[in-house]
């Protein structure tokens, strides 16, 4: 890391706080979660630990405060899926457009890459920009878009997912 204020490490059930202040705004206010009920840091807590088991959840810190999270998990149950996850990125809406993410992804692709991970697919709410490039910047090609599969805010949301080989 060229930042010295900048720290990338592995998540802990204790950032369940933290997460859940990231996290929970999005889905008071944003189509990029289908989720529609907030988060209990106790509920955050079991996903945390439910990930950690298999799959690498990183957290971003900058002079100790939580500025975001990038996780990956199971694309599928079936064996033959064992090398592709499906991945999810959160950054704090007061630290975005900063190059936060930039890191913390890069971060997470590269932890997946050394664990013998070939495919990670990304699923975007749409149209959500800021995500789109950031996956692109990434080098995450779309390969999918789903019309109307989600319906929050009293309308329908398209879903695009993105997909990158390692």
Not at 17 to 35: K, L, M
Not at 73 to 84: C, E, L, Q, W
Request: aromatic share 10%; net charge neutral; proline share 3%.
């Amino acid at each position: 890391m060229t930042n010295p204020d900048i720290t990338i490490r592995s998540a802990t059930v204790r950032d369940a706080d933290a997460v859940c202040g990231i996290y929970n705004p999005h889905i008071r206010g944003s189509i990029v979660t289908f989720e529609e009920i907030e988060v209990a840091p106790s509920e955050m807590s079991t996903r945390i630990a439910g990930i950690i088991q298999s799959f690498p959840w990183l957290v971003v810190e900058q002079n100790g405060a939580l500025l975001g999270y990038a996780y990956a998990g199971n694309f599928s149950d079936r064996s033959a899926y064992r090398h592709s996850v499906f991945s999810t990125i959160y950054v704090d809406e007061k630290a975005q457009r900063k190059g936060i993410g930039t890191i913390l992804y890069t971060a997470l692709l590269e932890r997946l890459r050394l664990s013998n991970i070939h495919v990670v697919v990304g699923g975007i709410a749409l149209p959500n920009a800021a995500s789109v490039a950031l996956h692109e910047k990434c080098g995450f090609k779309k390969v999918a878009h789903l019309s109307e599969v989600g319906f929050k805010f009293g309308r329908w949301i398209d879903v695009g997912y993105w997909q990158i080989a390692l």
